[in-house]
Nanobody, 126 residues
Framework: EVQLVESGGGLVQAGGSLRLSCAASGFSFDNYAIGWFRQAPGKKREGVSCIRLRDGYTYYGGSMEGRFTISSDNAKNTVYLQMASLKPEDTAVYYC???????????????????WGQGTQVTVSS
C-alpha cells in the first residue's frame, strides 16, 4: 500500500523558514517522482516543486525557485521541501504526491500525482 505522510507545517512569521517532510512507503523510489503542491483557500492547487527520485533532477513551479529547495534522502524514503523567506501568500495546505515517472515527460510531476498525502498546513503571518 502506497503511503505518503507530510509533516513539518506550522505557523511562522513572514521572512521565516520551514522544512516540510514527505515520508513515503509502498513503492520503489527509483520509478517515481515526488512533487509538492499547495492549495490556499479559494484558490486552485499549484505545483510547487518536484524531484525525480532516480537521478535527483528537480523542477520548480512559478516563482518558487530561489526560495524553496526540494531534496530527497532515498535511504530514508523521504523528500523534503525547505522553504525560506516565507511570505503571507505562501499560506496554504501543502501536499506531497508520488507520480510514476518512467513514461511521462519530466515536468509532469509539477502537475499530477498518482498518490497523495493528507497535507500539512503552513501559515505565514505578516
Amino acid at each position: 500500500e502506497v503511503q505518503l505522510v507530510e509533516s513539518g507545517g506550522g505557523l511562522v512569521q513572514a521572512g521565516g523558514s520551514l522544512r516540510l517532510s514527505c515520508a513515503a512507503s509502498g513503492f520503489s523510489f527509483d520509478n517515481y517522482a515526488i512533487g509538492w503542491f499547495r492549495q490556499a483557500p479559494g484558490k486552485k492547487r499549484e505545483g510547487v516543486s518536484c524531484i525525480r527520485l532516480r537521478d535527483g533532477y528537480t523542477y520548480y513551479g512559478g516563482s518558487m525557485e530561489g526560495r524553496f529547495t526540494i531534496s530527497s534522502d532515498n535511504a530514508k524514503n523521504t523528500v523534503y521541501l525547505q522553504m525560506a523567506s516565507l511570505k503571507p501568500e505562501d499560506t496554504a495546505v501543502y501536499y506531497c504526491a508520488a507520480l510514476q515517472a518512467n513514461l511521462v515527460a519530466p515536468t509532469t510531476c509539477l502537475f499530477y500525482g498518482d498518490y497523495w498525502g493528507q497535507g500539512t498546513q503552513v501559515t505565514v503571518s505578516s
